[in-house]
Every structure is written in structure tokens, then in C-alpha cells.
């Protein structure tokens, strides 16, 4: 079964699992938010910087984006920060802080991956869409970065 915003067919347990989803997503993009923007801030200047200010701009993006569906499910949007971010402000160095970085992104690739497919057609699949193709060429531009700085 396929679910949308706009679908009042839904089984309860599914419409509460897609929402309980955006949730999480929702809090692990703020802390992706976070960290970038603090570990921009501690980078200066160069490519690792610009790197953590391109993905810190996704984030934020994608923050918005799942608000926006959360509310148009009459949802109040999740205000917590996921645990990622202090796991990833507690590791000092900012190459290791970039990989787990990247790892997170992974982890939001493979929930998107796994949860496409019971989206029905329409503005949310289309933007979780996006959203997923947005972190696959983060995390190979972090990979490049990484490669060439490393």
C-alpha cells in the first residue's frame, strides 16, 4: 500500500509509520545541519569548508521539505535534534567528524531507498526523491574532498 498526504484511505499504522519516519528524518537532517554549519565554522576557509557549507545548505533545504509534508499531513513537525550531532561534535578531528559525516548521509540514503517504494506517487515521493539523489552526490563529493585533502 502506497501512502500519501492527501489519501484518507490509509490504514492508521501505516500514515503513523510514514509520519514517525519524516520524524526521524526530520531530526537526524537538523543535527546534519548543525555539525556542518558548526564544523564550517571551524574548517575557515578551503575545500573542506565549502564542502561542509554546500551540505549544511542541503540540509537545511531538506529540513524545510519535511515540515512542510509533516504539515500538510496536519502533523506538528518534530523539534528535537537527532543524537547525531553530539556523537559527531564529540569526535575532534574534523576529517574524522567528515567521514562519520558521510556515514550519516549514508544512513539517510538507505531509509530513503527503503521507504520510497511505499510512497504513492506524488509531491512527497518526488521531493524524498530528490532529497536522496541530493545525498548520494554529497557523499561522493565528500569522497573526492576527502581523497584530494586527505
Do not use: Y
Request: net charge negative; with cysteine; aromatic share 4%.
Amino acid at each position: 500500500m502506497t501512502i500519501q498526504a492527501n489519501d484518507t484511505a490509509q490504514s492508521g499504522g501505516n500514515r503513523e509509520a510514514l509520519i514517525a519516519f519524516l520524524n526521524e528524518l526530520l531530526e537526524a537532517e537538523r543535527a546534519g545541519a548543525r555539525v556542518t554549519l558548526e564544523s564550517a565554522h571551524t574548517a575557515g576557509d578551503g575545500p573542506i569548508a565549502e564542502l561542509l557549507r554546500t551540505i549544511q545548505h542541503d540540509e537545511a533545504r531538506w529540513c524545510a521539505m519535511l515540515s512542510r509534508h509533516l504539515k500538510a499531513f496536519g502533523e506538528t513537525p518534530s523539534a528535537k535534534v537527532g543524537a547525531f550531532h553530539g556523537k559527531a561534535m564529540a569526535i575532534a578531528d574534523l576529517g574524522a567528524r567528515l567521514s562519520f559525516l558521510n556515514r550519516g548521509q549514508g544512513w539517510v540514503v538507505k531509509k530513503l531507498r527503503e521507504w520510497l517504494p511505499q510512497v504513492g506517487e506524488g509531491p512527497l515521493h518526488d521531493d524524498l526523491a530528490d532529497m536522496l539523489r541530493s545525498h548520494e552526490a554529497n557523499i561522493a563529493l565528500a569522497n573526492d574532498v576527502v581523497s584530494r585533502d586527505g
